[in-house]
Every structure is written in C-alpha cells, then in structure tokens.
C-alpha cells in the first residue's frame, strides 16, 4: 500500500470508505447495537487490519490473480472492517455464511486457495479441528471493541490509500448452490461492482444524510448493494440484527431510517405478525426490495406503513452483479398477469436483456421464454469452472450472454415479468405445471406472502401432485382450496395445503422448496400436520 498511488483508475472497493474518511471523517459510517463507527474509525480500523494481512504476516501475492481472503463473520460492525481491510490489502474477498454446514464451508476452503482468513467471536467458534485442516495458514481476529491506534486526532497522512485494483481484477467471489450439490464461486471483477454502485447510488439518489438499513448476510449478495451504496453516499449504515428481525418496525422508529433494504419475505413476516401499522414508519423515504419476487400486496401493505416511501424492485442474479433490472415507478407499478406479483422492468443503464427460446433465439412479445443478460455487469464465470462458465455464459454474434435460468416475458410496453425458475417447471401426470403460478394464486387465496408448493409424490421420476404449504395460523385451508379451484385446472390444484406456523426459509430468504420437501419426507411429520384438499 503506497500512500503516493494516484486514485486515477484505481477500482478498490475500500476506495469508497477512504474518500469518505478523508472528506468527512467524524460522519458515522456503521451503527450496530450499541457500537458506532465513523468513516475515520472504519477506514482506520480496515487500514491496520490490512496492514497486518500484508506486512505482519508476510502476505504471499499470486503471480496470476489477487490473493484471496475468506470472512467468516456475521453481519457486525466487525464484518463491515474485515471486508473493507481484505479489499484495502489489494485481496478478493469471499465471505463464508455462518449459517452453512461445515462440509460446505471445507468445500469453499478446499476450492478457492485462500491467502488468509479474517474471524469475529462467532466465526471463531465455527472453527473446529476438521475444518482448521481446510484453512490458510493466515487466520486474523477482528474485534470492533479493541482500541484502534490514531482514532484521534484525525491525520489523513497517516492513512494509506487502498492498494490499487484494476477493473478486470476480481473484487468478491459469492458461492451458490450447484447442481452437482458442489457449491458454485461466482467472481466477479472490480470494474462490474464499481459501474453498478456508481449506478444504483444515482438512480436511487441516495444522501449522505440517509440512514439505510443492512438485512442480509455477508454472504448474499444483496449485501454488497446495501454496504458499497451507503458508503458511496456517505451514508450511515444501521444493521439490524438478525435477532431483532421480528421488531424491524421499532429498530425504524428508534433509529431514525429513511432508507429500507430487504428481501420481500422479511414484509411477509411483519405482515404475518401484525407488525406494520399505519404510519408506523413515517422516516422511510425509499424502499428498495430485491431478491426474490415482490407481491403486490406486499407493496400496498407496506406502503400503508410507511406512507413516505417510494417503492422500488431490484431483480437480477449474483451471476450479474446483484441487480441489473428495476421497476421504479411502484406507485402506479405494473403487475404481472395473473401472478399478482410486481414486474422486475427494465434493465439498469449498461444492461441488457432478451427472451430466448430454447435455441438462443429471440421470441416474440409477451410470450415465454429463458431471460438472457448482457452488458457492463456480467461475472467472468465461475472459479475452477471453465466448461460450466462457457455453458452459462455463451457468445453470440459476438455478444456474451448469461442465461439466467428464469422464465420470463417482455410485454408490448417492454417492461420484463418474471414467471419463475426454469428447474421449478415440473410436470404433473404429464402436465408442465410451474409451482410459482401455484404460488401466485395460493398468495391471493390465503392471503399470506410466504407460500411454498412442491412436487408430491414423485414416483419413478415423475411428479403425481403438488402439495403447498402457507405460513399462518388462521388460514382457511378448505375455503383456499375453493378459491384455487376457480382458478387452476384440477392438475395443478394442491392435494394439501400445510399450515406451518414457521416458513422454512433459505439464508437469502427465499422458501427453501428442499426443506419443504424434507418436510414431507418425515414420517413424524407426515403424522402431525393437517391440511385439505
């Protein structure tokens, strides 16, 4: 790290929080629970931690890519400055879920060569002897409680710059669920994430005197719109904890929020508990909600609690830098047909998109087809992975391509309507049923967010039913299944419908349809739910 490295050309993420540290350095930058920090605090913080990686421990640099750093941490204050010290250090970072089974995490280890490791308490706790067999020799512990030297007086001289990062390097690599049950390293370079904060942050018009919230993990994506717009903006961060999810409404009030940031689930929880009142949060200004599709009623719902705010809709897959497609315009929003769900619109500035048949061929209006992305944002692929990168990412007439794997349509207007996964297209007693029209219809007549249907039973491959499952205590399960009947040919109709007090969600907050599965495949379950058809 040269502190006489011009910033010209330099695509850092750490670049954001070292602007903000030397312009307004006493402007809070993260608060969680009872700890604040200031851009200095961080940025100081994250410089001496990376001092560490590089000089303390005799940082090893591959002669063909950037060193690798792992961040086994929740989402804290201590996450916030391993990620920027790892990026500060001039390394790729990759953020390891707590929340995952040891074998995966060894699998990730095992396939990523890591330089170093950077810990909190929690992430510490993680490490047992079969998963220290996996680790880098380098592990680091952070603690935001631990004095940091220089906090005051503040001394921009004594700050180094972030290492310079060119735009093809490798900023983060996030790991998906692969097919083969190994999991998935999509990497993705420097120059992509700079090009869609610099977009988000102005599409979004986000303020330094905003107070946005952080939801999510380390390890989904989403976080890295939540963290790198914020602190582009010169804004405060407020991460919720995930213990206090069930009272977001308050942790609002009391912190003063005027920027919301989730997936569309965690409203369904709130909604679910009764939680959004009318003008319960008066401060939000923006909402912004991605990840997974968005219910209409979703949107009137927390618009009734939140009567301030504007409404936006982030679609887009990891493989595309977070989000690459939007709907802005929610007050007066476009609903998909029959799905009672939001649009995802139209690409963000340097995107593409396009409906493609099954031979890379454009299809016309409103009808169905894969959704294709190009452009400005695209992964280079996947790590140790050339062949699946080729397949997912093809060219044609010299455009590269990534094929999302959704089902989607572009309507007359061109706004884009997401109908779900392409792996979620099942065929029932020779029927192609997709489960999220299911789901669609199953939201509208229970009128619960979080719905999930599933495949059951499956003999000799072939589906024989579908049974669903909606979270609520007081649905009407005879009276949903009269409503779905008015809609949905008998095939598709569901052979149950399972109440679930808890909905069984994945880490990004989508229902998890194996865990439902598994759900079913439990005879003790089998013997204590209830349901009808």
Not at 28 to 39: G, P
Not at 200 to 207: A, R, S
Request: hydrophobic share 40%; proline share 5%.
């Amino acid at each position: 790290m040269n502190t006489s490295t011009s910033m010209l050309a330099n695509y850092n993420l750490a670049n954001f929080v070292y602007e903000q540290a030397v312009a307004n350095p006493s402007q809070v930058a993260v608060v969680f629970e009872n700890q604040k920090l200031t851009y200095w605090e961080l940025a100081l913080r994250a410089d001496q931690l990376a001092k560490r990686l590089v000089h303390d421990q005799h940082w090893q640099i591959p002669t063909n890519r950037l060193p690798r750093v792992g961040i086994l941490a929740s989402r804290n204050a201590t996450a916030c400055i391993a990620v920027n010290a790892a990026c500060w250090a001039g390394a790729t970072y990759i953020p390891l879920g707590l929340k995952q089974p040891p074998d995966r995490i060894a699998a990730i280890l095992q396939q990523c060569d890591f330089s170093a490791l950077i810990l909190d308490d929690e992430g510490q706790q993680l490490l047992s002897e079969d998963l220290l067999k996996h680790c880098p020799p380098i592990i680091l512990h952070t603690d935001t409680d631990a004095p940091a030297q220089g906090d005051r007086p503040v001394d921009a001289s004594i700050l180094n710059m972030p290492a310079r990062t060119r735009a093809e390097d490798t900023a983060y690599i996030i790991f998906t669920s692969g097919t083969t049950g190994v999991p998935k390293g999509v990497m993705i370079n420097a120059g992509s994430v700079h090009h869609y904060i610099s977009t988000m942050t102005q599409l979004l018009q986000l303020k330094n005197e905003d107070r946005i919230t952080e939801t999510c993990e380390l390890s989904f994506d989403v976080s890295i719109h939540n963290m790198f717009t914020t602190w582009k903006a010169g804004a405060q961060l407020h991460i919720i904890p995930a213990a206090q999810a069930m009272n977001a409404v308050k942790f609002v009030q009391q912190a003063k929020i005027t920027v919301w940031n989730s997936v569309p689930s965690m409203v369904g929880i709130l909604r679910q508990i009764k939680a959004l009142a009318a003008n319960s949060m008066p401060t939000v200004r923006l909402s912004v909600f991605g990840g997974d599709q968005l219910p209409l009623r979703t949107v009137v719902d927390w618009k009734i609690a939140a009567p301030n705010s504007s409404v936006v809709n982030l679609y887009g897959p990891t493989e595309a830098t977070v989000f690459c497609m939007w709907q802005n315009n929610l007050d007066v929003g476009d609903v998909t047909p029959g799905r009672e769900i939001m649009t995802i619109g139209v690409p963000l500035p340097g995107n593409q998109a396009s409906i493609m048949d099954a031979h890379g061929e454009e299809v016309p209006a409103d009808t169905p087809g894969e959704l294709w992305i190009a452009g400005d944002q695209l992964s280079d692929g996947y790590v140790n992975a050339v062949e699946l990168s080729l397949q997912q990412f093809p060219t044609v007439n010299g455009q590269r391509w990534y094929k999302t794997g959704d089902v989607a349509t572009k309507d007359s207007k061109g706004l884009y309507h997401y109908l779900g996964r392409m792996d979620n297209q099942i065929k029932v007693l020779g029927h192609r049923v997709e489960l999220e029209e299911i789901d669609a219809h199953l939201r509208k007549a229970t009128g619960s967010d979080l719905v999930g249907s599933v495949a059951w039973p499956v003999i000799e491959g072939m589906a024989v039913g579908v049974v669903s499952f909606v979270c609520g205590s007081q649905v009407d399960t005879s009276l949903a299944t009269q409503k779905l009947k008015k809609n949905l040919p008998a095939y598709m109709l569901p052979s149950r419908i399972i109440e679930l007090t808890n909905m069984p969600c994945n880490a990004n907050g989508k229902v998890d349809r194996k865990a439902l599965k598994a759900l079913l495949e439990s005879p003790k379950f089998a013997m204590n739910t209830h349901g009808h058809r």
